[in-house]
């Protein structure tokens, strides 16, 4: 081993790869330590924010009563359960569905019988600017003229959405909905596709749901 | 070379994208508006200086036949760090950019100016270099994604522009970005051009910012295969 100096040694080579990756991880833990209570926190908010925005006044925490179920169709859906005093007064479901650009996240409130309220599309989503997101975003419209003003937008108020409010009331059957029961956009077909796709996971999962929990009452 | 000069010089003279043309999937994938544009070249700035500054210390230690692996684990080191600071205290602009923000590890912008820059720098030219690289990317990207977004959606940072709703939608996908990259590029050779002809010289771009100094191009030219 007396040539363990030289930049040729392999054993050096190898010894000194392994000093910069040991010094890399050291530097990756640490501050994946130091951030993931503040990554829990935000992700936790973003759901409450959410969840308060869709769901009729409750007094419980649907997020940490979540429960995970699974669709018909066998997707993931994760069920919200919201209550005040104690009555179930809305559920909110989060399924995912692919668009054009990915996977497409959203959040699914119902009333207490199923009938679905509000959809909304979860940030982070791949679709066209400008076309697919007139599927999936609820975006404040501000124009230049309200900048000029100084017009500040509503901030209690979720912004409309033609697509995702055409939802509002209705309650699954037995055939997937079409372009002529609820909103597509023309020339966002992945991305119509794609929430009309969401919404039908979450809204069938909770149907299975209210089914189960009946019958078991029944009983 | 004064630091100012090589903070200056990714502006414009050695724009990484429209005179190195590195770093395309991020430059189209992220200027279909100027938020993302913004928020992705923001981040790479910080992982170009970042990187540059520890290249640039380490560069006299890391043996010759390891060094692009080490200069690849400091880079994705910085990316991961970069890619928890945003999920924690930016989720949104950590969401918008998406799968481009872990992907900033291969951009061949930062690799190309670990390599090629800080290995053979000093410290200050090195963050100087890195952030004025990084700068100049932002300012493309930024750019890129105000035209595209506009064209698209009639809208710049999201507030609408009063003009149209329904723009050319391709302008908002990859094609619309290769187009417009490739009018800014032909537009910037005729300006470059236009500048040599008023000087009197014949425009002729620098020979290491083009492949005339790759050998492979050699091989057919030196000896053309015959045919009969």
């Known amino acids: ?219 | 070379m004064s630091i100012f000069k090589e903070f200056t010089k990714g502006f414009w003279k050695e724009n990484p994208v429209l005179v190195l043309v590195l770093g395309m999937c991020p430059t189209l994938a992220t200027s279909s508006d100027a938020v993302k544009g913004l928020a992705m070249g923001l981040a790479t700035t910080f992982v170009l200086m970042g990187s540059n500054l520890v290249i640039s210390v380490i560069r006299k230690l890391v043996p010759g036949k390891i060094r692009i692996p080490c200069y690849i684990v400091v880079i994705a080191t910085f990316v991961t760090v970069v890619k928890l600071l945003m999920q924690a205290f930016a989720p949104e602009a950590y969401q918008t950019l998406g799968i481009f923000l872990p992907l900033i590890v291969v951009n061949c912008i930062v690799l190309g100016r670990a390599e090629a820059f800080a290995s053979k720098n000093g410290l200050l030219a090195s963050a100087a270099d890195g952030l004025g690289m990084g700068l100049g990317f932002t300012f493309v990207l930024v750019c890129l994604g105000c035209i595209r977004e506009f064209l698209a959606a009639g809208t710049l940072f999201g507030i609408s522009m009063q003009c149209w709703d329904n723009g050319f939608a391709i302008m908002g996908q990859a094609p619309g970005g290769f187009i417009l990259l490739g009018l800014i590029l032909a537009g910037m050779n005729l300006l470059n051009m236009r500048k040599a002809k008023k000087a009197g010289v014949k425009y002729e771009p620098p020979a290491e910012f083009d492949c005339r100094h790759c050998s492979i191009c050699k091989l057919s030219t030196e000896e053309p295969v015959k045919t009969k």
């Open chain 1, 1 to 219: 081993m007396k040539d363990m100096t030289k930049a040729s040694n392999p054993f050096y080579l190898a010894f000194f790869l392994l000093v910069v990756c040991g010094v890399s991880t050291l530097v990756m833990a640490v501050t994946a330590v130091k951030t993931d209570a503040p990554i829990k926190a935000a992700q936790a908010k973003e759901t409450a924010d959410s969840l308060k925005m869709i769901l009729p006044p409750f007094d419980n925490d649907p997020a940490a009563e979540a429960i995970d179920i699974t669709s018909p169709d066998g997707e993931p859906v994760k069920l919200y359960t919201a209550k005040n005093g104690g009555l179930v007064v809305g559920y909110a479901a989060e399924a995912a569905a692919s668009g054009f650009g990915g996977k497409v996240a959203g959040i699914v409130s119902f009333k207490p019988d199923g009938t679905i309220d509000t959809v909304i599309v979860k940030s982070g989503h791949a679709e066209t600017p400008g076309i697919g997101t007139k599927v999936t975003d609820r975006s404040v419209k501000r124009t230049i003229s309200d900048v000029v003003k100084g017009v500040k937008p509503d901030a209690s108020k979720l912004p409309p959405n033609d697509a995702l409010d055409s939802y509002k009331g209705k309650k699954p059957g037995d055939e997937k909905w079409t372009k002529n029961d609820v909103h597509f956009v023309s020339g966002a077909t992945y991305s119509s596709n794609g929430v009309r796709d969401l919404v039908w996971y979450a809204a069938t999962a909770v149907r299975a749901h209210l089914a189960a929990a009946e019958k078991k009452e029944a009983k």
